[in-house]
Protein backbone atom coordinates (compact mmCIF):
# COMPACT_ATOMS: atom_id res chain seq x y z
CA UNK A 1 0.00 0.00 0.00
CA UNK A 2 0.73 3.65 -0.12
CA UNK A 3 1.32 5.46 3.02
CA UNK A 4 3.37 8.64 4.24
CA UNK A 5 6.42 7.62 5.99
CA UNK A 6 9.07 9.07 8.18
CA UNK A 7 12.47 7.77 9.08
CA UNK A 8 13.35 10.19 11.99
CA UNK A 9 12.45 13.39 13.85
CA UNK A 10 12.75 16.34 11.43
CA UNK A 11 11.53 18.68 9.23
CA UNK A 12 8.65 18.54 6.55
CA UNK A 13 10.66 16.81 4.56
CA UNK A 14 10.78 13.50 6.45
CA UNK A 15 7.31 12.77 4.67
CA UNK A 16 7.96 10.55 1.98
CA UNK A 17 5.12 8.72 -0.18
CA UNK A 18 6.44 5.40 -0.73
CA UNK A 19 5.00 1.57 -0.45
CA UNK A 20 4.85 -0.09 2.73
CA UNK A 21 3.67 -3.47 3.79
CA UNK A 22 0.01 -3.65 4.34
CA UNK A 23 -1.17 -3.47 7.96
CA UNK A 24 -2.93 -6.23 9.31
CA UNK A 25 -5.59 -6.55 12.05
CA UNK A 26 -5.45 -8.28 15.57
CA UNK A 27 -7.70 -9.94 17.04
CA UNK A 28 -9.54 -6.84 18.46
CA UNK A 29 -9.29 -4.92 15.72
CA UNK A 30 -10.58 -3.56 12.16
CA UNK A 31 -8.30 -3.14 9.30
CA UNK A 32 -9.74 -0.03 7.50
CA UNK A 33 -9.05 0.89 3.43
CA UNK A 34 -8.86 4.72 4.32
CA UNK A 35 -10.92 7.20 2.51
CA UNK A 36 -9.85 10.34 3.99
CA UNK A 37 -7.69 11.06 7.37
CA UNK A 38 -7.76 13.91 9.45
CA UNK A 39 -4.44 16.44 10.05
CA UNK A 40 -3.80 17.93 13.56
CA UNK A 41 -1.68 19.91 15.14
CA UNK A 42 -0.20 16.65 17.09
CA UNK A 43 0.57 14.93 13.82
CA UNK A 44 3.93 17.52 12.97
CA UNK A 45 4.61 18.35 16.91
CA UNK A 46 4.98 14.44 16.78
CA UNK A 47 7.38 14.18 13.19
CA UNK A 48 9.35 17.30 14.97
CA UNK A 49 9.86 15.49 17.67
CA UNK A 50 8.27 17.71 20.46
CA UNK A 51 6.19 15.05 22.20
CA UNK A 52 9.11 12.27 22.81
CA UNK A 53 9.12 12.66 26.16
CA UNK A 54 5.55 11.49 26.25
CA UNK A 55 5.41 9.46 22.74
CA UNK A 56 8.48 7.66 21.35
CA UNK A 57 8.12 6.47 17.79
CA UNK A 58 9.31 3.35 16.36
CA UNK A 59 10.58 4.12 12.91
CA UNK A 60 10.01 3.94 9.89
CA UNK A 61 6.72 5.41 11.24
CA UNK A 62 3.48 6.34 9.50
CA UNK A 63 1.49 9.55 11.21
CA UNK A 64 -1.74 10.22 11.34
CA UNK A 65 -4.44 8.76 13.98
CA UNK A 66 -7.81 10.01 12.04
CA UNK A 67 -9.36 8.12 9.91
CA UNK A 68 -12.66 7.21 7.98
CA UNK A 69 -13.30 4.36 5.51
CA UNK A 70 -14.37 1.19 5.28
CA UNK A 71 -13.56 -2.07 6.99
CA UNK A 72 -11.75 -4.07 4.60
CA UNK A 73 -10.84 -6.87 6.92
CA UNK A 74 -11.91 -8.18 10.60
CA UNK A 75 -9.89 -9.79 13.81
CA UNK A 76 -10.98 -12.54 15.68
CA UNK A 77 -13.79 -11.82 18.02
CA UNK A 78 -14.66 -8.63 16.48
CA UNK A 79 -18.72 -8.43 16.53
CA UNK A 80 -19.51 -4.88 15.94
CA UNK A 81 -18.30 -4.22 12.26
CA UNK A 82 -18.75 -6.37 9.06
CA UNK A 83 -16.97 -6.09 5.82
CA UNK A 84 -17.99 -3.19 3.91
CA UNK A 85 -19.13 -0.72 6.63
CA UNK A 86 -18.08 2.80 6.91
CA UNK A 87 -16.28 3.41 9.75
CA UNK A 88 -14.62 6.84 11.57
CA UNK A 89 -11.88 5.65 14.09
CA UNK A 90 -9.47 7.12 16.14
CA UNK A 91 -5.93 5.13 16.05
CA UNK A 92 -3.64 4.85 18.85
CA UNK A 93 -1.23 7.76 18.46
CA UNK A 94 1.65 5.71 19.32
CA UNK A 95 0.57 3.63 16.37
CA UNK A 96 -0.49 6.08 14.41
CA UNK A 97 -0.83 4.54 10.17
CA UNK A 98 -3.72 7.04 9.33
CA UNK A 99 -1.48 8.55 6.37
CA UNK A 100 -2.14 5.47 4.14
CA UNK A 101 -4.29 3.55 1.80
CA UNK A 102 -4.87 0.84 4.81
CA UNK A 103 -4.99 1.17 8.59
CA UNK A 104 -5.81 -0.41 11.70
CA UNK A 105 -7.89 0.59 14.92
CA UNK A 106 -8.88 -1.10 17.78
CA UNK A 107 -12.68 -2.25 17.56
CA UNK A 108 -13.29 -0.37 21.16
CA UNK A 109 -11.95 2.95 19.08
CA UNK A 110 -14.37 3.22 15.82
CA UNK A 111 -18.10 3.88 15.23
CA UNK A 112 -20.17 3.48 12.35
CA UNK A 113 -19.26 6.64 10.27
CA UNK A 114 -22.51 9.04 10.43
CA UNK A 115 -24.92 8.78 7.39
CA UNK A 116 -24.91 12.41 7.27
CA UNK A 117 -21.12 13.43 6.97
CA UNK A 118 -18.62 12.46 4.22
CA UNK A 119 -15.76 10.56 4.06
CA UNK A 120 -13.57 13.78 4.80
CA UNK A 121 -15.96 15.23 7.68
CA UNK A 122 -16.23 12.45 9.37
CA UNK A 123 -12.51 12.07 9.53
CA UNK A 124 -12.14 15.24 10.92
CA UNK A 125 -14.08 13.99 14.10
CA UNK A 126 -11.60 11.65 16.44
CA UNK A 127 -9.32 13.78 17.63
CA UNK A 128 -11.12 17.57 17.58
CA UNK A 129 -13.88 16.27 18.54
CA UNK A 130 -13.37 14.12 21.13
CA UNK A 131 -10.82 16.75 23.12
CA UNK A 132 -13.88 18.93 22.92
CA UNK A 133 -16.37 16.56 24.45
CA UNK A 134 -13.86 14.71 26.54
CA UNK A 135 -12.01 18.05 28.02
CA UNK A 136 -16.31 19.62 28.46
CA UNK A 137 -18.01 17.11 29.52
CA UNK A 138 -15.78 14.63 31.67
CA UNK A 139 -12.98 16.74 32.97
CA UNK A 140 -14.75 20.03 32.98
CA UNK A 141 -18.39 18.14 34.45
CA UNK A 142 -20.01 20.79 32.43
CA UNK A 143 -23.77 20.20 32.05
CA UNK A 144 -26.49 22.46 31.37
CA UNK A 145 -27.11 25.83 32.80
CA UNK A 146 -23.63 26.15 33.13
CA UNK A 147 -21.58 28.27 31.58
CA UNK A 148 -18.03 28.13 29.73
CA UNK A 149 -15.11 30.03 27.74
CA UNK A 150 -13.68 28.72 24.35
CA UNK A 151 -10.40 30.43 23.25
CA UNK A 152 -9.74 29.02 20.21
CA UNK A 153 -13.29 29.11 19.29
CA UNK A 154 -12.62 28.85 14.97
CA UNK A 155 -10.09 26.33 15.11
CA UNK A 156 -10.02 22.62 14.84
CA UNK A 157 -10.93 21.43 18.48
CA UNK A 158 -12.84 24.97 19.46
CA UNK A 159 -15.52 24.79 16.35
CA UNK A 160 -16.36 21.16 17.43
CA UNK A 161 -15.99 22.11 21.16
CA UNK A 162 -18.62 25.36 20.97
CA UNK A 163 -21.26 23.11 19.45
CA UNK A 164 -20.77 20.12 21.73
CA UNK A 165 -21.00 22.64 24.68
CA UNK A 166 -24.50 23.89 23.38
CA UNK A 167 -25.31 20.44 22.95
CA UNK A 168 -25.17 20.00 26.58
CA UNK A 169 -27.38 22.94 27.41
CA UNK A 170 -24.46 25.20 28.25
CA UNK A 171 -24.63 29.45 27.53
CA UNK A 172 -21.05 29.47 25.65
CA UNK A 173 -18.84 32.14 25.35
CA UNK A 174 -15.65 32.52 22.31
CA UNK A 175 -12.90 33.78 21.47
CA UNK A 176 -11.25 33.95 18.39
CA UNK A 177 -9.61 36.61 15.82
CA UNK A 178 -11.81 39.34 13.74
CA UNK A 179 -11.81 37.26 10.48
CA UNK A 180 -13.57 34.11 11.95
CA UNK A 181 -16.13 36.60 14.41
CA UNK A 182 -19.34 35.55 11.73
CA UNK A 183 -18.22 32.02 11.50
CA UNK A 184 -18.03 31.58 15.13
CA UNK A 185 -21.73 33.47 15.57
CA UNK A 186 -22.72 30.65 12.87
CA UNK A 187 -22.15 28.00 15.09
CA UNK A 188 -24.17 28.89 17.95
CA UNK A 189 -22.02 30.93 20.13
CA UNK A 190 -24.09 33.45 22.62
CA UNK A 191 -21.14 35.75 23.23
CA UNK A 192 -17.96 36.24 20.47
CA UNK A 193 -15.14 37.89 21.41
CA UNK A 194 -12.57 39.42 19.27
CA UNK A 195 -9.31 39.01 20.53
CA UNK A 196 -8.24 41.80 18.50
CA UNK A 197 -10.63 44.16 20.13
CA UNK A 198 -11.34 42.62 23.42
CA UNK A 199 -8.67 40.86 26.45
CA UNK A 200 -11.33 38.22 27.55
CA UNK A 201 -9.27 37.93 30.61
CA UNK A 202 -10.31 41.01 31.30
CA UNK A 203 -13.92 40.60 31.41
CA UNK A 204 -16.31 40.88 34.54
CA UNK A 205 -17.98 37.84 33.57
CA UNK A 206 -16.90 34.08 35.97
CA UNK A 207 -17.05 30.34 34.27
CA UNK A 208 -17.61 27.24 35.34
CA UNK A 209 -15.48 26.22 32.31
CA UNK A 210 -12.44 27.80 30.54
CA UNK A 211 -11.83 25.67 27.77
CA UNK A 212 -8.46 26.99 26.17
CA UNK A 213 -8.96 24.76 22.42
CA UNK A 214 -5.76 27.01 21.25
CA UNK A 215 -3.24 26.51 24.01
CA UNK A 216 -2.33 30.14 23.64
CA UNK A 217 -3.34 31.33 27.64
CA UNK A 218 -2.37 30.18 30.58
CA UNK A 219 -4.33 29.23 34.24
CA UNK A 220 -2.62 32.21 35.98
CA UNK A 221 -4.49 34.54 33.48
CA UNK A 222 -7.91 32.59 33.66
CA UNK A 223 -8.25 31.85 37.33
CA UNK A 224 -9.97 34.48 38.36
CA UNK A 225 -12.60 34.08 35.70
CA UNK A 226 -13.59 30.77 37.24
CA UNK A 227 -16.28 30.38 39.45
CA UNK A 228 -15.45 28.47 42.95
CA UNK A 229 -14.81 24.68 41.63
CA UNK A 230 -14.37 25.43 38.24
CA UNK A 231 -11.93 23.87 36.23
CA UNK A 232 -9.60 25.13 34.07
CA UNK A 233 -8.40 22.85 30.83
CA UNK A 234 -6.09 23.11 28.27
CA UNK A 235 -5.16 21.50 25.07
CA UNK A 236 -1.38 22.26 25.64
CA UNK A 237 0.27 20.21 28.69
CA UNK A 238 2.81 22.39 30.46
CA UNK A 239 4.90 22.09 33.14
CA UNK A 240 3.10 25.24 34.61
CA UNK A 241 0.06 23.64 34.94
CA UNK A 242 1.39 20.35 36.31
CA UNK A 243 2.83 22.55 38.96
CA UNK A 244 -0.45 24.52 39.55
CA UNK A 245 -2.43 21.28 39.61
CA UNK A 246 -0.63 20.22 42.11
CA UNK A 247 -1.20 23.20 44.33
CA UNK A 248 -4.77 23.23 43.66
CA UNK A 249 -5.53 20.01 44.96
CA UNK A 250 -3.45 20.52 47.92
CA UNK A 251 -5.86 23.57 48.40
CA UNK A 252 -8.44 21.34 47.69
CA UNK A 253 -7.98 19.58 50.65
CA UNK A 254 -9.26 21.99 52.60
CA UNK A 255 -12.05 23.15 50.89
CA UNK A 256 -13.70 24.00 47.65
CA UNK A 257 -10.70 24.46 45.18
CA UNK A 258 -10.13 25.62 41.48
CA UNK A 259 -8.87 23.46 38.85
CA UNK A 260 -6.14 23.60 35.99
CA UNK A 261 -6.29 20.58 34.30
CA UNK A 262 -3.78 19.48 31.03
CA UNK A 263 -5.81 17.33 28.43
CA UNK A 264 -5.00 14.56 26.01
CA UNK A 265 -8.29 12.76 24.51
CA UNK A 266 -8.42 8.99 24.63
CA UNK A 267 -9.74 6.99 21.68
CA UNK A 268 -13.26 5.81 22.64
CA UNK A 269 -15.36 4.51 19.79
CA UNK A 270 -18.16 5.17 22.32
CA UNK A 271 -17.56 8.76 22.45
CA UNK A 272 -17.29 8.65 18.10
CA UNK A 273 -20.81 7.21 18.06
CA UNK A 274 -22.01 9.71 20.66
CA UNK A 275 -20.76 12.79 18.08
CA UNK A 276 -22.15 10.86 15.06
CA UNK A 277 -25.64 10.97 16.91
CA UNK A 278 -25.14 14.70 17.27
CA UNK A 279 -24.39 15.24 13.80
CA UNK A 280 -26.98 13.45 11.96
CA UNK A 281 -29.30 15.13 14.03
CA UNK A 282 -28.09 18.04 13.10
CA UNK A 283 -26.25 19.88 16.57
CA UNK A 284 -22.99 18.76 15.24
CA UNK A 285 -21.20 20.62 12.39
CA UNK A 286 -17.70 19.74 11.07
CA UNK A 287 -15.81 22.44 9.19
CA UNK A 288 -13.20 21.21 6.56
CA UNK A 289 -11.68 23.81 5.09
CA UNK A 290 -9.12 22.42 3.16
CA UNK A 291 -8.72 19.12 1.41
CA UNK A 292 -5.40 17.96 0.23
CA UNK A 293 -4.24 15.01 -2.11
CA UNK A 294 -2.32 12.34 0.04
CA UNK A 295 0.51 13.00 -1.82
CA UNK A 296 0.58 16.67 -0.95
CA UNK A 297 0.33 15.62 3.24
CA UNK A 298 3.73 18.19 3.81
CA UNK A 299 1.16 21.01 2.44
CA UNK A 300 -1.31 19.72 4.44
CA UNK A 301 0.67 20.10 7.69
CA UNK A 302 2.57 22.99 6.93
CA UNK A 303 -1.35 24.67 6.82
CA UNK A 304 -1.75 23.03 9.80
CA UNK A 305 1.29 24.54 11.22
CA UNK A 306 0.15 28.08 10.91
CA UNK A 307 -2.53 27.90 13.68
CA UNK A 308 -5.25 29.85 11.53
CA UNK A 309 -7.13 27.41 10.04
CA UNK A 310 -10.56 27.57 10.47
CA UNK A 311 -11.92 24.19 11.46
CA UNK A 312 -10.11 21.23 9.89
CA UNK A 313 -7.58 19.73 7.36
CA UNK A 314 -8.07 16.26 5.68
CA UNK A 315 -6.12 14.36 3.53
CA UNK A 316 -8.26 13.01 0.93
CA UNK A 317 -7.11 9.05 0.10
Known sequence: MKAIVIDGYGGADRLQLREVPDPQPQADEVLVRVRAAGVNPADWKIREGQVRLFLRLRFPHVLGSDIAGEVAAIGAGVSQFKLGDAVVA????????????????????????????????AASLPIAACTALQ??????????????LINGGAGGVGHFAIQIAKALGATTTAACGPANVAFVQSLGADVV???????????????????????????????????????????????????????LWIVGMFGEAKHARPFIARPNGEDLAFLGRLADEGRLRPTVSRTYPLERAREAQGASRTGHTRGKIVLEV
Open 90 to 121: FTDPRRGGGYAELAVAKEAAAALKPASLSFAE
Open 135 to 148: ALRDLGKLSEGGGV
Open 193 to 247: IDYSKEDFTRRAERYDVIFDAAGKSSFAACRHLLTPGGTYVSTLPSLDLVLWGGV
